[in-house]
């Protein structure tokens, strides 16, 4: 078999799926490939997740949609490497959190996303994993893209993986309808893939999402919301949750590449 479509030259046995993970590949076979191959950046974070989660939640729970995202796009996409660390400084209260200041996370994320553009690839996605790298990663992609505004085959996202999916389709089982922090949903996807690692889930109160100033950015800290660090209902949490929510997430994580890897090169529209 010969992936002629993104450039590779040697020969692949087709019992095996071509891994398209960058850890794994050689510098020849990353100089094989065609520019126009989405790359998907990983973003996490390691910080507290209430009494019951551990610290890395973010990023084992991310590692495990860009598997199974890479599994659904086989070819079509290179994945770098995870990067764990994230802006988490609103958790810094809880011991065991570790965060990059603001600037230096910015210019961390933004020096990636230069090291790619620098190695001639052109459609570069930070996939996030965490709620605090959301206003970091659309600024990173949108200080790429002034830097190199002369431009104009880029195309530079930043796209978290649980916005992908259209929660709505949620059963009825289902209490929480968006992520929170340690609640419903990271529980019970914890509880799909690494239930050695959750606590007593379901002794932990419910702890309500609020609705403060909601037409306002508010500048806070966890402790403002949440003193035990969750946030939502951790109790509800199961594994069969857990695996609908995986998939539910990968499904669109693939479909979202997907389109990447369709656009036409210059256009506005997707």
């Given at each position: 078999?010969?992936?002629?479509?993104?450039?590779l030259?040697?020969?692949?046995?087709d019992?095996?799926?071509?891994?398209m993970?960058?850890?794994?590949?050689k510098?020849?076979?990353?100089?094989?490939?065609?520019?126009?191959?989405?790359?998907?950046?990983?973003?996490a974070a390691?910080?507290?997740?209430g009494?019951h989660?551990?610290?890395?939640?973010?990023?084992?729970?991310l590692?495990?949609?860009?598997?199974?995202?890479?599994l659904?796009l086989v070819?079509?996409?290179l994945?770098?490497?995870?990067?764990?660390?994230?802006?988490?400084?609103?958790?810094?209260?809880?011991?065991?959190?570790?965060?990059?200041?603001?600037r230096?996370?910015?210019?961390?994320?933004t020096?990636?996303?230069?090291?790619?553009?620098q190695?001639?690839?052109?459609r570069?996605?930070l996939?996030?994993?965490?709620g605090?790298n959301?206003?970091?990663?659309?600024?990173?992609?949108?200080?790429?893209r002034?830097?190199?505004?002369?431009?104009?085959?880029?195309?530079?996202l930043?796209?978290?993986?649980?916005?992908?999916?259209?929660?709505?389709?949620?059963?009825?089982?289902?209490?929480?309808?968006?992520m929170?922090?340690?609640?419903?949903?990271?529980?019970s996807?914890m509880?799909?893939?690494?239930?050695e690692?959750?606590?007593?889930?379901?002794?932990v109160?419910?702890v309500?999402f609020?609705s403060?100033?909601?037409?306002a950015?508010?500048?806070?800290?966890?402790?403002?919301?949440?003193e035990?660090?969750?946030?939502?209902?951790p109790?509800?949490?199961?594994?069969?949750?857990?695996e609908?929510?995986l998939?539910l997430?990968?499904e669109?994580?693939?479909?979202?590449?997907?389109e990447i890897?369709?656009?036409?090169?210059?256009?506005w529209?997707?």
């Amino acid at each position: 078999m010969f992936f002629e479509n993104i450039g590779l030259t040697y020969e692949q046995d087709d019992s095996l799926p071509f891994t398209m993970k960058l850890s794994e590949l050689k510098w020849p076979d990353v100089e094989g490939l065609g520019r126009d191959l989405p790359v998907v950046i990983p973003i996490a974070a390691h910080e507290q997740h209430g009494h019951h989660m551990p610290l890395h939640t973010d990023s084992i729970l991310l590692q495990e949609v860009a598997r199974r995202s890479e599994l659904g796009l086989v070819d079509k996409a290179l994945f770098a490497p995870l990067t764990w660390l994230g802006n988490s400084h609103h958790h810094m209260d809880f011991p065991g959190t570790l965060s990059a200041d603001s600037r230096v996370y910015l210019d961390l994320l933004t020096g990636l996303i230069d090291n790619f553009l620098q190695h001639g690839f052109r459609r570069l996605l930070l996939l996030n994993g965490h709620g605090g790298n959301k206003v970091p990663g659309a600024q990173a992609v949108f200080e790429a893209r002034q830097a190199n505004r002369d431009r104009k085959d880029l195309l530079l996202l930043s796209a978290t993986y649980w916005d992908q999916a259209e929660p709505t389709v949620l059963g009825d089982e289902f209490v929480q309808q968006e992520m929170g922090h340690a609640g419903e949903w990271e529980t019970s996807m914890m509880l799909a893939i690494r239930p050695e690692l959750v606590g007593d889930h379901q002794s932990v109160e419910d702890v309500p999402f609020g609705s403060a100033f909601s037409r306002a950015d508010r500048g806070w800290t966890m402790p403002d919301r949440s003193e035990p660090g969750h946030i939502g209902c951790p109790s509800k949490a199961n594994a069969e949750k857990g695996e609908i929510l995986l998939k539910l997430f990968s499904e669109g994580v693939v479909g979202l590449v997907e389109e990447i890897g369709l656009w036409d090169g210059r256009s506005w529209d997707g």
